[in-house]
């Protein structure tokens, strides 16, 4: 086949509105996968990263919110990136690689030599046309990307062994109970089209055991299976694990950062991570100034250009700032997330925190945390039209949306 005609595409796995649940309470009205990161929805970041790729078609999401949830924001991104975008909804969750498999007729349709599959709220750069290259080159299935991450967090994933010298996947446990391995399992992956007949596999293998099961009810009480339906295929536990040490899966280690987007502090490291990656993709991106025409700014920001702010406010390092949002004098913010249509008054501060939108911070109000992003309270969340009225400190807190809040607070859950 002449290298011209390879075409690529790409699946991101989106997940659905039962997942996400310690996003709260920031998903309640926006799906996470669509919660701006540095600006630009979640799940744009591995899109931006897939459209890099030579000979790529299209990109589908794949998950089980509400068709309406994702409507506009695919329509909006395939015509910015003049290429079809689709959201493709499970009537029910399938599991990582089941999903691929229930729409293998439409992800097959332009009869694609490699299909990329992503999580969305994994962070890291998404070396994607490099893992690419190296995958053509080992001949296999499927190449996972990996990171090596230190030995006391690495149970916390899938850890896996690789054969240092060809990279292949030798053996895949998924958060092992001992130590297995310190590199893990990324959430980004790259197949040949083999992968839906593996998947097929697994799924009638599975209605035999079941049939066999019938004969026996002893086992059925014994079989750690027996509740996984025959269509919810999980891409570690049924693909990897079985197919590790086959010359089938090899790896491929990234050298850059890669982190899970599991709670909002880790949703605000990440915007940060995200912000730093733009120096190398997109500059044109991060806000500069030097408080002279335009606000000082700080290390990396970002500013919609719809948002007003202040020549006399100081801004950064890691601010995100929404649309229409409006910045007052002499305001100080470091390392926050401010959604759309917020007022921040003026010499207000605001510190390792995600203000939700239409909220509105008080004159000389603080709103910060000690920035601990794996901590519950690690960063102070304000929900969606929270006011913190004139000189109210919040430090440490969780509001939920439509608050007002008259009196300072710390370490607090105010429902």
Known sequence: MESSEEKVVAVIMVGGPTKGTRFRPLSFN??????????????????????RIPNLVQIFLIGFHEERDFALYVSSISNELKMPVRYLKEDKPHGSAGGLYYFRNIIMEDNPSHIFL?????????????????????????????????????????????????????????????????????????FTPHI???????????????????????ETLQSPTRALPLDFVRLDQDILSPFAGKKQLYTYETMDFWEQIKTPGMALKCS??????????????????????????????????????????????????????????????????ILDDVEVQENAVVINSIVGWKSSIGKWSRVQADG???????????????????????????????????????DEIIL
Request: charged share 15%.
């Open 30 to 51: 926006t799906p996470k996968p669509l919660f701006p990161l540095a600006g630009q929805p979640m799940v744009q970041h591995p899109i931006s990263a897939c459209k």
């Open 372 to 410: 601990d992003y794996n901590a519950k309270l690690g960063i102070t969340i304000l929900g969606e039209a929270v006011i913190v009225e004139d000189e109210v400190v919040v430090i440490n807190s969780i509001v939920l949306p439509n608050k007002t809040l008259n009196l300072s607070v710390q």
């Open 196 to 218: 839906l007949t593996a998947i097929q596999e697994v799924s009638m293998h599975r209605e035999g055991q079941a049939n066999i099961r019938h004969l026996s009810s002893f």
């Open 272 to 337: 940060g991570l995200y912000l730093a990656q733009f120096r190398f993709t997109s500059s044109h991106l991060l806000a500069g100034g030097d408080g002279t025409k335009s606000a000082s700014i700080v290390g990396d920001v970002f500013v919609h250009p719809s948002a007003k702010v202040h020549p006399t406010a100081k801004i950064g390092p890691n601010v995100s700032i929404s649309a229409n949002v409006r910045v007052g004098a002499g305001v100080r913010l470091i390392s926050c997330i």
């Open 118 to 190: 992503l999580n969305c709220d994994v962070c890291c750069s998404f070396p994607l046309t490099d893992m690419l290259e190296a995958h053509k080159r080992y001949g296999g299935m499927g190449t996972v990307l990996v990171i090596k991450v230190s030995a006391e967090s690495a149970n916390q994933f899938g850890e896996l062994v690789a054969d240092p010298i060809t990279k292949e996947l030798l053996h895949y446990t998924e958060k092992p109970e001992t130590f297995v391995s310190d590199l893990i399992n990324c959430g980004v992956y790259i």
